[in-house]
């Protein structure tokens, strides 16, 4: 146990000062549209060491797993909504792959928190038209961002989502990967 702390120490003393060692000066803040699995407006505060903490409104296009908790079809995976979402992010840029344009660039880590709604969404598979109208969900995920111009860039995450209904909802509790890929333009 005694080691395993050490190490957990260890690993946060050498990521901060590996980020200490980057330059902060080429993480930007803007505000940005995404178009693609989650369209999305939202906001991208640049902090230190290499964090950016963004804040999101839109929809997103949300898998729900068909039968990864049942044996007759297990990992099939469909897309049958189509939610209205709030997220707050939070993204962590890695290496020296920041931008010295005005557009974050390079891989990231990412935690986030979101919730979606039934009301205002687009449901297309019946089985999910249920009697819930919110849930909370949380992402961790790994993602690559590259500046395609000035204001234009494209993005790509994979990580898994943890999906459960809001306290005193009804619905099941799920956990799933998920992807991400899109265009992105800062406003």
Do not use: C
Not at 97 to 113: P, Q, R, T, V
Not at 116 to 130: K, N, Q
Not at 156 to 176: L, N, T
Request: proline share 5%; hydrophobic share 40%; aromatic share 12%.
């Amino acid at each position: 146990m005694k080691k395993s702390i050490l190490l957990l120490l260890l690993a946060l003393f050498a990521l901060v000062e590996h980020a200490k060692a980057q330059d902060e000066g080429h993480v930007h803040s803007a505000v940005v549209l995404e178009l693609g699995l989650q369209s999305r407006i939202g906001y991208h505060h640049a902090l230190p060491l290499g964090f950016v903490v963004g804040t999101h409104i839109g929809y997103e296009l949300h898998t729900n797993p068909i039968g990864i908790l049942t044996k007759e079809a297990p990992l099939k995976f469909t897309f049958p909504m189509l939610l209205p979402s709030a997220s707050l992010e939070l993204r962590w840029y890695t290496g020296r792959e920041k931008s010295e344009d005005e557009i974050n660039k390079g891989f990231y880590l990412l935690a986030s928190g979101s919730v979606y709604s039934h009301l205002g969404g687009a449901i297309f598979d019946a089985r999910y038209r249920g009697p819930w109208d919110y849930r909370w969900a949380t992402k961790a995920g790994l993602g690559f961002q590259a500046p395609l111009s000035d204001v234009l860039y494209s993005k790509i995450e994979v990580g898994g989502q943890f999906s459960y209904p809001i306290p005193g909802g009804s619905g099941r509790e799920y956990a799933f990967p998920y992807a991400d890929f899109g265009i992105g333009v800062k406003l």
